[in-house]
């Protein structure tokens, strides 16, 4: 008995968890907490800030609907006077006013309930400050050539370049070597690839000379060389050479740190983090909340102090033999060198990712700060640069993994995604946040709006992200005028917007999908392995995992892809599937990789989780080499050929294997879909246009609709279960519409309700009176019969407007009318609305479909309608390049060209741009529903 009444009181204590639990979804929803709200990133422009705009701006990003702000401080990063003028620095990076405004900066942001993530970079791509480093700058190798008499005694003062403040040795090596006599070198030339500039992927200095020469032998007399610097050496007989190898700073990047060096990342972040967190006092860690760098772009260096010992460790042999390669020798064979240069780039971004983004990550955490970067980002993917790096372990290095994607305003583009792997890692990291930087481009500047926008912010959500950091929000103070001054990139929102005070229903409605999407874990089907560094490029990598991949996913399964590291270190067998020690679970592991060479390390542990229960779907391309060079080389490329026959023979196809684990599509239909699980709640995300059946693999639970544009909850009517155990239902999505379906409580299938049928349309064509707001050009109003677009207007003013207009008409309503279910269809808009009826605000109309409800705000006869609409500023800027800079409305740091367009497209306005659509072209109605 007391058994029966302990399992009912258990009952009792989950189903009012539950509850609760389903209540804080519910009202979290609507209202959105900060903790899920989106962040921008909040732009100094050469330090133009003042008190006055700090505090203004963090109000106004609170008001809308942010969470949080990434400060950022830009010197000298694209300050072109080709595309934008930076206005001059106002105040010197990291100075006394500098920290005092930042300082001022985090306390307002306290005040508001504001989260702070700092940039550690006097600007981005790179890691630097305003100070010159001296011997911890990114260094370089180098080496020079010398060659020896056969037989003859060599004896001389082996000298340092005179030229370089720091250079260091690392060894001496003479080669007995073919081809041909070594010439004697004067200079001392990069050796290895050389350094590159990260950005372009251009060298920097003259590298190794690429005559066909293959070392003989080779004798390391390093530890021949006396206290003097005096090396004594008797030469044998043959052609040989001495190769001295060195490291030195690389020019002009005197400001920059070596992120191969720990020490020297632990001195910039002393300098400039530790300065930030002392002045932040008591809100470091609860204001203060994170630091950060974004996506490398800066110097690519190519040896640190420690990178022998770092060699060894990453490699399991020593680098000392294989010195002559990187000045350009064959060492053994042409496939052994090529294998070590492999090895050799490897190690350099190992040794990147742990120095620098595990040490600023530890460094955070130690002064209760989070870190969070691009770092594994959009780069250069030249082998030589990124090419040997892994993308998911780098990722792996931040506590919110980030990627990025671009709203481009090309007709028919939606934008660019970046958005896969953080999403991916974040999920087989046991991370609950991936991040993305929201809405960059290069092209028109205050061209974008709300409902653009939403495209490419939908895709980033289907694909994993579950937190915006919208690009950008630019501190432009008062003086530099309207729209003001800006980033060179980025979609602009700040108070200087023509739509800034708009724009709050948008961004609730970003907070209220990351809210439901931060929800307990993604659910895939499918793990996927594709080799050792694995990388996504620009893309969605929807059913296929890579540009390599050998088969594709049916539509309706969701898949991540492991590292080589949650591979080996996080993934078990349990009940068949293979799960992650944060609760993760997919149903199949699939292998295929991305190109012949795979770790025996991680095809053993293949092998181990496929004779421990899971189910394993092979790719067609069969491993031939293992990816590490190793004393036991052959041996290791032998047994992964081995291995792979082993593994590859009689492999499921991925069609057989889903069938085999009865995996039907976890969902079908003709739109785009993500799947999370929380506890008993399954959440859907769902994007697309039009109405179609859908069919979701969730049994037995009722189907609720939850509206991320209005905050709306509604239980589905008409749905049914279907034979293979799944709930069909139909949706109905306006043009780029979404939508949450969620099922979280038990239910049964019921008839869909008749639609309300409508009653009747009130067409309210004809002539509207058009006030225009004071000080852009417009005549005060004027009037529009029939409707037409603003930039279709014959005066030139109307025409080039931008901002807020105010559309007034009156309609009568019958009394039999008065308290139907009415709407209003507003037709086509450009860009948002507000709606007003008879005094009272409706809200504002910002995507398709294009209506707002009047019902309770109708009254019987005479009913007085305005329509706020707002374009963004780009008509006006346009119509502003054909005039005297006198005349102009507008001021900010873009170029104004008169006359047919020379500079580049997102080289601000020139006066032959064409124009946005803007204003209401209708047609506006009143459609009235029978109760």
Same mark, same amino acid.
């Given at each position: 008995?007391?058994?029966?009444?302990?399992?009912?009181?258990?009952?009792?204590?989950?189903?009012?968890? @539950?509850?609760?639990?389903?209540?804080?979804?519910?009202?979290?929803?609507?209202?959105?907490?900060?903790?899920?709200?989106?962040?921008?990133?909040?732009?100094?422009? !050469?330090?133009?800030?003042?008190?006055?705009?700090?505090?203004?701006?963090?109000?106004?990003?609170?008001?809308?609907?942010?969470?949080?702000?990434?400060?950022?401080?830009?010197?000298?990063?694209?300050?072109?006077? =080709?595309?934008?003028?930076?206005?001059?620095?106002?105040?010197?990076?990291?100075?006394?006013?500098?920290?005092?405004?930042?300082?001022?900066?985090?306390?307002?942001?306290? %005040?508001?309930?504001?989260?702070?993530?700092?940039?550690?970079?006097?600007?981005?791509?790179?890691?630097?400050?305003?100070?010159?480093?001296?011997?911890?700058?990114?260094?370089?190798?180098?080496?020079?050539?010398?060659?020896?008499?056969?037989?003859?005694?060599? @004896?001389?003062?082996?000298?340092?370049?005179?030229?370089?403040?720091? $250079?260091?040795?690392?060894?001496?090596?003479?080669?007995?070597?073919?081809?041909?006599?070594?010439?004697?070198?004067?200079?001392?030339?990069?050796?290895?690839? #050389?350094?590159?500039?990260?950005?372009? /992927?251009?060298?920097?200095?003259?590298?190794?000379?690429?005559?066909?020469?293959?070392?003989?032998?080779?004798?390391?007399?390093?530890?021949?060389?006396?206290?003097?610097?005096?090396?004594?050496?008797?030469?044998?007989?043959?052609?040989?050479?001495?190769?001295?190898?060195?490291?030195?700073?690389?020019?002009?990047?005197?400001?920059?740190?070596?992120?191969?060096?720990?020490?020297?990342?632990?001195?910039? $972040?002393?300098?400039?983090?530790?300065?930030?967190?002392?002045?932040?006092?008591?809100?470091?860690?609860?204001?203060?909340?994170?630091?950060?760098?974004?996506?490398?772009?800066?110097?690519?260096?190519?040896?640190? +102090?420690?990178?022998?010992?770092?060699?060894?460790?990453?490699?399991?042999?020593?680098? %000392?033999?294989?010195?002559?390669?990187?000045?350009?020798?064959?060492?053994?064979?042409? &496939?052994?060198?090529?294998?070590?240069?492999?090895?050799?780039?490897?190690?350099? =971004?190992?040794?990147?990712?742990?120095?620098?983004?595990?040490?600023?990550?530890?460094?955070?955490?130690? =002064?209760?700060?989070?870190?969070?970067?691009?770092?594994?980002?959009?780069?250069?993917?030249?082998?030589?640069?990124?090419?040997?790096?892994?993308?998911?372990?780098?990722?792996?290095?931040?506590?919110?993994?980030?990627?990025?994607?671009?709203?481009?305003?090309?007709?028919?583009?939606?934008?660019?995604?970046?958005?896969?792997?953080?999403?991916?890692?974040?999920?087989?990291?046991?991370?609950?946040?991936?991040?993305?930087?929201?809405?960059?481009?290069?092209?028109?500047?205050?061209?974008?709006?709300?409902?653009?926008?939403?495209?490419?912010?939908?895709?980033?959500?289907?694909? /994993?992200? !579950?937190?915006?950091?919208?690009?950008?929000?630019?501190?432009?103070?008062?003086?530099?005028?309207?729209?003001?001054?800006?980033?060179?990139?980025?979609?602009?929102?700040?108070?200087?917007?023509?739509?800034?005070?708009?724009?709050?229903?948008?961004?609730?409605?970003?907070?209220?999908?990351?809210?439901?999407?931060?929800?307990?874990?993604?659910? +895939?089907?499918?793990?996927?392995?594709?080799?050792?560094?694995?990388?996504?490029?620009?893309?969605? $990598?929807?059913?296929?995992?890579?540009?390599?991949?050998?088969?594709?996913?049916?539509?309706?399964? #969701?898949?991540?892809?492991?590292?080589?590291?949650?591979?080996?270190?996080?993934?078990?067998?349990?009940?068949?599937?293979?799960?992650?020690?944060?609760?993760?679970?997919?149903?199949?592991?699939?292998?295929?990789?991305?190109?012949?060479?795979?770790?025996?390390?991680?095809?053993?542990?293949?092998?181990?989780?496929?004779?421990?229960?899971?189910?394993?779907?092979?790719?067609?391309?069969?491993?031939?080499?293992?990816?590490?060079?190793?004393?036991?080389?052959?041996?290791?490329?032998?047994?992964?050929?081995?291995?792979?026959?082993?593994?590859?023979?009689?492999?499921?196809?991925? &069609?057989?294997?889903?069938?085999?684990?009865?995996?039907?599509?976890?969902?079908?239909?003709?739109?785009?879909?993500?799947?999370? %699980?929380?506890? +008993?709640?399954?959440?859907?995300?769902?994007?697309?246009?039009?109405?179609?059946?859908?069919?979701?693999?969730?049994?037995?639970?009722?189907?609720?609709?939850?509206?991320?544009?209005?905050?709306?909850?509604?239980?589905?009517?008409?749905?049914?279960?279907?034979?293979?155990?799944?709930?069909?239902?139909?949706?109905?999505?306006?043009?780029? /519409?979404?939508?949450?379906?969620?099922?979280?409580?038990?239910?049964?299938?019921?008839?869909?309700?008749?639609?309300?049928?409508?009653?009747?349309?009130?067409?309210?064509?004809?002539?509207?009176?058009?006030?225009?707001?004071?000080?852009?050009?417009?005549?005060?109003?004027?009037?529009?019969?029939?409707?037409?677009?603003?930039?279709?207007?014959?005066?030139?003013?109307?025409?080039?407007?931008? #901002?807020?207009?105010?559309?007034?008409?009156? $309609?009568?309503?019958?009394?039999?009318?008065?308290?139907?279910? +009415?709407?209003?269809?507003?037709?086509?808009?450009?860009?948002?609305?507000?709606?007003?009826?008879?005094?009272?605000?409706?809200?504002?109309?910002?995507?398709?479909?294009?209506?707002?409800?009047?019902? !309770?705000?109708?009254?019987?006869? &005479? !009913?007085?309608?305005?329509?706020?609409?707002?374009?963004?500023?780009? =008509?006006?800027?346009?119509?502003?390049?054909?005039?005297?800079?006198?005349?102009?409305?507008?001021?900010?740091?873009?170029?104004?060209?008169?006359?047919?367009? &020379?500079?580049?497209?997102?080289?601000?306005?020139?006066?032959?741009?064409?124009?946005?659509?803007?204003?209401?072209?209708?047609?506006?109605?009143?459609?009235?529903?029978?109760?």
């Amino acid at each position: 008995m007391k058994t029966i009444k302990k399992l009912v009181l258990a009952l009792a204590v989950a189903c009012i968890a @539950s509850n609760a639990a389903a209540a804080t979804l519910d009202a979290d929803f609507m209202s959105v907490p900060d903790q899920s709200k989106p962040w921008a990133y909040w732009w100094w422009l !050469n330090g133009n800030v003042d008190k006055e705009t700090i505090t203004s701006d963090l109000e106004a990003m609170k008001r809308v609907g942010f969470g949080g702000l990434l400060m950022f401080d830009s010197r000298g990063y694209h300050d072109n006077i =080709n595309h934008v003028v930076l206005p001059k620095p106002q105040m010197e990076f990291m100075s006394d006013e500098w920290q005092e405004m930042l300082t001022w900066g985090i306390i307002e942001a306290g %005040r508001l309930g504001l989260e702070v993530s700092v940039n550690l970079s006097t600007t981005a791509g790179s890691l630097k400050g305003p100070w010159p480093v001296g011997e911890t700058a990114p260094k370089r190798m180098v080496w020079r050539g010398l060659p020896l008499k056969s037989g003859e005694r060599y @004896s001389a003062v082996l000298k340092h370049p005179e030229d370089r403040k720091y $250079f260091w040795d690392i060894a001496a090596v003479a080669v007995k070597h073919d081809g041909d006599l070594l010439e004697p070198m004067q200079d001392w030339i990069n050796a290895g690839d #050389g350094p590159m500039d990260g950005w372009s /992927g251009k060298k920097i200095g003259k590298t190794v000379d690429a005559a066909p020469r293959t070392v003989l032998e080779a004798i390391d007399l390093t530890d021949k060389i006396d206290a003097n610097g005096v090396l004594n050496w008797q030469v044998p007989e043959g052609q040989w050479s001495l190769l001295r190898f060195g490291f030195t700073t690389i020019d002009g990047h005197e400001y920059d740190v070596d992120m191969m060096d720990s020490s020297a990342v632990e001195g910039h $972040f002393n300098r400039m983090g530790g300065r930030i967190i002392k002045n932040a006092g008591p809100l470091a860690g609860k204001t203060l909340t994170h630091f950060y760098n974004v996506s490398w772009e800066g110097s690519v260096p190519t040896w640190t +102090a420690s990178f022998e010992q770092e060699f060894d460790k990453y490699r399991g042999y020593s680098i %000392r033999p294989w010195l002559p390669v990187l000045a350009g020798f064959f060492v053994k064979s042409p &496939e052994a060198t090529a294998r070590f240069m492999k090895d050799y780039r490897a190690t350099r =971004n190992n040794v990147f990712r742990e120095n620098f983004y595990g040490t600023m990550q530890k460094l955070c955490h130690k =002064n209760g700060l989070k870190w969070h970067s691009e770092s594994g980002g959009p780069w250069n993917r030249a082998p030589e640069i990124f090419g040997e790096a892994g993308q998911m372990t780098f990722l792996a290095r931040n506590d919110t993994p980030q990627g990025e994607f671009w709203y481009t305003g090309a007709e028919g583009y939606k934008g660019r995604q970046m958005s896969r792997p953080p999403a991916m890692v974040a999920h087989t990291y046991g991370k609950r946040i991936a991040a993305a930087e929201a809405f960059t481009h290069m092209v028109r500047h205050w061209t974008p709006y709300p409902a653009l926008l939403k495209r490419c912010s939908d895709e980033s959500f289907i694909d /994993g992200v !579950n937190h915006l950091i919208w690009h950008t929000f630019t501190c432009s103070p008062k003086r530099l005028g309207l729209p003001g001054s800006e980033y060179f990139a980025g979609t602009h929102i700040n108070p200087n917007v023509t739509w800034f005070e708009q724009s709050k229903p948008f961004i609730t409605y970003l907070g209220r999908c990351q809210h439901l999407l931060q929800q307990g874990l993604f659910v +895939a089907d499918v793990c996927v392995f594709t080799g050792d560094i694995p990388y996504q490029h620009w893309g969605r $990598f929807t059913t296929k995992w890579s540009s390599k991949a050998t088969m594709e996913l049916p539509a309706g399964h #969701g898949y991540d892809i492991f590292s080589t590291e949650v591979l080996l270190e996080r993934a078990k067998v349990k009940d068949g599937n293979i799960v992650l020690p944060d609760g993760m679970s997919y149903h199949l592991l699939v292998v295929d990789l991305d190109d012949e060479i795979v770790s025996l390390k991680a095809l053993k542990r293949v092998a181990e989780l496929k004779a421990a229960g899971a189910l394993v779907v092979f790719g067609s391309r069969k491993p031939t080499k293992a990816y590490n060079m190793s004393a036991t080389t052959v041996e290791d490329d032998r047994a992964v050929q081995q291995l792979g026959l082993k593994l590859w023979a009689n492999s499921p196809t991925l &069609e057989e294997a889903l069938k085999t684990k009865k995996l039907t599509p976890d969902f079908e239909g003709p739109f785009e879909y993500t799947h999370r %699980r929380s506890g +008993a709640a399954e959440i859907y995300f769902v994007v697309g246009s039009g109405k179609s059946d859908c069919a979701f693999r969730v049994e037995g639970k009722q189907p609720e609709l939850w509206n991320p544009v209005t905050g709306e909850i509604e239980d589905i009517n008409g749905w049914q279960s279907t034979v293979d155990g799944r709930t069909q239902l139909t949706l109905d999505l306006p043009e780029f /519409g979404s939508a949450f379906v969620i099922f979280r409580k038990a239910g049964v299938s019921r008839p869909a309700k008749t639609p309300v049928a409508k009653s009747g349309t009130t067409d309210l064509s004809g002539a509207w009176k058009v006030t225009f707001m004071p000080g852009r050009g417009a005549p005060a109003e004027a009037v529009f019969d029939p409707l037409m677009g603003w930039s279709e207007h014959k005066e030139f003013g109307i025409r080039h407007f931008s #901002g807020t207009a105010t559309y007034h008409k009156s $309609f009568e309503v019958a009394a039999k009318d008065e308290k139907k279910r +009415a709407w209003l269809e507003l037709g086509t808009v450009a860009a948002l609305a507000q709606v007003r009826l008879n005094g009272k605000d409706l809200g504002i109309v910002w995507t398709a479909p294009w209506r707002i409800e009047l019902t !309770n705000a109708l009254k019987s006869g &005479e !009913n007085k309608l305005e329509i706020e609409v707002t374009n963004p500023w780009a =008509n006006r800027m346009v119509g502003d390049a054909s005039l005297p800079p006198e005349q102009r409305i507008t001021r900010s740091n873009m170029q104004y060209q008169k006359g047919e367009r &020379e500079i580049k497209a997102f080289q601000g306005f020139a006066s032959s741009d064409a124009l946005q659509p803007s204003g209401l072209k209708g047609p506006v109605q009143v459609e009235f529903f029978e109760e």
